[in-house]
Nanobody, 120 residues
Framework: QVQFVESGGGLVQPGGSLRLSCAVS????????MGWYRQAPGKQRELVAS???????TYADSVKGRFTISRDNAKNTVYLQMNSLKPEDTAVYYC??????????????WGQGTQVTVSK
């Protein structure tokens, strides 16, 4: 059993920055790649950033160059540094596994997410 607790969201003006954190409970953290997902109203959830156990990162084209994903293995925590935020980034952000073979496990343990709103 695992648990994901996201935090750090809020209201920010365009061009501003936010740093999201995700505390992960359970040993799954050390054996799986992790990702940040987001879901905007009326749209499907999408993967925006991923980091492997070894630290390799991947980003969606929409956030490349602006977002940075990282992980602290000692704290079982994943971070998402978001810079140059745009209104299009407004969504609920979730942290979860990024795995094609552990989909059932991933989908069973979605957290509540953290709201990010970018607006003047």
């Amino acid at each position: 059993q695992v648990q994901f607790v996201e935090s750090g969201g809020g209201l920010v003006q365009p061009g501003g920055s936010l740093r999201l954190s995700c505390a992960v409970s359970g040993s799954i953290f050390s054996i799986s790649a992790m990702g940040w997902y987001r879901q905007a109203p009326g749209k499907q959830r999408e993967l925006v950033a991923s980091i492997t156990i070894g630290g390799s990162t991947t980003y969606a084209d929409s956030v490349k160059g602006r977002f940075t994903i990282s992980r602290d293995n000692a704290k079982n925590t994943v971070y998402l540094q978001m810079n140059s935020l745009k209104p299009e980034d407004t969504a609920v952000y979730y942290c979860n596994l990024d795995s094609k073979i552990l989909v059932a496990l991933r989908d069973r343990y979605w957290g509540q997410g953290t709201q990010v709103t970018v607006s003047k």
